[in-house]
């Protein structure tokens, strides 16, 4: 009986792993994004109005971050998640407990631009100083 269990656990495993490399072979590594020319600007008014920091009620300045992504697979790289560190005037981490601080929809092949929207408390000094800036994704399909 220990046998047929076994045989039977082997199949299911080969039969899925078969699966995975068939219908998801590139949805199942992570492909990476440089990202280079980060800079920010405030958000326009209606954007900005009412801006609070996640998770309180403080006030909070709206930016626009900008850049240049660099996609150097030669495919289009989907639900690329951006990584960094964010520092105000001080040198102070303005998003302490993240490191991913934004998405992007759609990497195309080669050097395209993006932009996110951040809130950072309203007493944190300016200017913004941008640190680690990175960015990964998937080739394929994958839901969220």
Known sequence: MTTLRAFQTFCISCIVGLWLCWFAPEAIALVPVELHDISYRECPAELAE?????GSMQAANCFIVT???????????????IFGRIYDANHNNVMPNRN???SID???PGTSEFQI????A???PLPLQFEQFKAAGFT???RR
């Open 117 to 120: 929207q951040i809130s950072v």
């Open 67 to 81: 850049g240049k992504a660099e996609n150097k697979s030669g495919k289009t790289v989907v639900n690329a998640d």
């Open 50 to 54: 009412g801006a609070v920091v996640s």
């Open 106 to 108: 759609e990497v195309p």
């Open 122 to 124: 309203a007493n944190q």
């Open 140 to 142: 394929g399909k994958v």
């Open 100 to 102: 991913r601080v934004g």
